[in-house]
T-cell receptor, first 115, second 115 residues
């Protein structure tokens, strides 16, 4: 069965610190997709990244980077030099290609960046 | 490009009343999703439409929840009668339905409080 675990409920860092948000997933499919979304206080889920299971290349986008490791079923998200505007709840999600592309979300990690 | 639109943004009702939410997806997106997000949890899929047909409604409480997507564009989600535990944010998302290109884009959500 599909499952996404975000063990970190809440993280607090001081501005300019680096922070890593963990995501561990479970799936029986060989083809699947992983996502990260940001949910600011306004409530809208903002898409950050999609990663296909057959592409283990890590990705960097500005201050954001993602580390995908199939061997440990993890898809971790790192923010470098955090800023107050990064404060939000971050969700990891999994979608299996064999189904209807339904997303299974983790419970989210609340990140607080203190000035 | 306009994003996913939802209305109303906030709704307060008493238990046993009925309520309806509206969603307009991104133009050209064939797939539409309704999620329920209870405070402190990740979004949970209620129903998924492909054009105007239902793909997945396995987690929709059908005794009180109903949804329709007439003409394959706009969608409404209705709760009748509402219970206290229905207090949540109701998120609408849409996607193109392009296989590996599948990414869901979310609207701002409707915050429902049932008293």
């Amino acid at each position: 069965a599909q499952k996404v675990t975000q063990a970190q409920t809440e993280i607090s860092v001081v501005e300019k610190e680096d922070v890593t948000l963990d995501c561990v997933y479970e799936t029986r499919d060989t083809t699947y997709y992983l996502f990260w979304y940001k949910q600011p206080p306004s409530g809208e889920l903002v898409f950050l990244i999609r990663r296909n299971s057959f592409d283990e290349q890590n990705e960097i986008s500005g201050r954001y980077s993602w580390n995908f490791q199939k061997s440990t079923s993890s898809f971790n998200f790192t923010i470098t030099a955090s800023q107050v505007v990064d404060s939000a709840v971050y969700f990891c999600a999994l979608s299996e290609a064999s189904g209807t592309y339904k997303y299974i979300f983790g419970t989210g990690t609340r990140l607080k960046v203190l000035a | 490009e306009a994003g996913v639109a939802q209305s109303p943004r906030y709704k307060i009702i008493e238990k046993r009343q009925s309520v309806a939410f509206w969603c307009n997806p991104i133009s050209g997106h064939a797939t539409l999703y309704w999620y329920q997000q209870i405070l402190g949890q990740g979004p949970k899929l209620l129903i998924q439409f492909q054009n105007n047909g239902v793909v997945d409604d396995s987690q929709l409480p059908k005794d009180r929840f109903s949804a329709e997507r007439l003409k394959g564009v706009d969608s409404t989600l209705k709760i009748q009668p509402a219970k206290l535990e229905d207090s949540a944010v109701y998120l609408c998302a849409s996607s193109f339905w392009g296989g590996s290109q599948e990414t869901q884009y979310f609207g701002p959500g409707t915050r429902l409080l049932v008293l």
